[in-house]
């Protein structure tokens, strides 16, 4: 009951400072990626009413926001399924590796 009439406190005082929504999402994996930052600064520039609140949390903790309307969506690099809710992959990178120049494993990457 407390989480609930937090929200609708926010939600108002959100309306009565002009915004016209507000989403919320959820981080996990200490995900703060470059593209990320780039998604969220292009939410700013379409929609500068919409209130965008980010939340670090566990996996956990994500799943249960979700399922009770705490948070909009998450972003994690975990990949368990969780009954009721959908993933769909937004990015992938391509790993890179970092070396010193006299590893002997460079001699393996040479061919």
Same mark, same amino acid.
């Given at each position: 009951m407390?989480?609930?009439?937090?929200?609708?406190?926010?939600?108002?005082?959100? #309306?009565?400072?002009?915004?016209r929504?507000?989403?919320?999402?959820?981080?996990?994996?200490?995900?703060?990626?470059?593209?990320?930052?780039?998604?969220?600064?292009?939410?700013? +520039? +379409?929609?500068p009413?919409?209130?965008?609140? *980010?939340? +670090?949390?566990?996996?956990k903790?994500?799943?249960?926001?979700?399922?009770? $309307?705490? *948070? $909009?969506?998450?972003?994690?690099?975990?990949?368990?399924?969780h009954?009721?809710?959908?993933?769909? #992959?937004?990015?992938? $990178?391509?790993?890179? *590796?970092? *070396?010193?120049?006299?590893?002997?494993?460079? #001699?393996l990457?040479?061919?």
């Open positions: 407390l989480t609930f009439m937090e929200g609708a406190r926010t939600r108002v005082s959100a #309306a009565a400072q002009g915004y929504g507000r989403l919320r999402i959820g981080l996990t994996d200490g995900l703060a990626q470059p593209r990320l930052t780039r998604l969220l600064a292009r939410c700013r +520039e +379409e929609e009413l919409t209130q965008v609140k *980010i939340i +670090e949390m566990t996996v903790g994500m799943v249960n926001a979700l399922g009770h $309307d705490q *948070i $909009d969506a998450g972003f994690t690099v975990h990949t368990e399924r009954n009721g809710f959908i993933k769909e #992959a937004v990015w992938t $990178d391509r790993p890179a *590796i970092a *070396i010193p120049r006299n590893h002997p494993l460079l #001699a990457m040479e061919n």
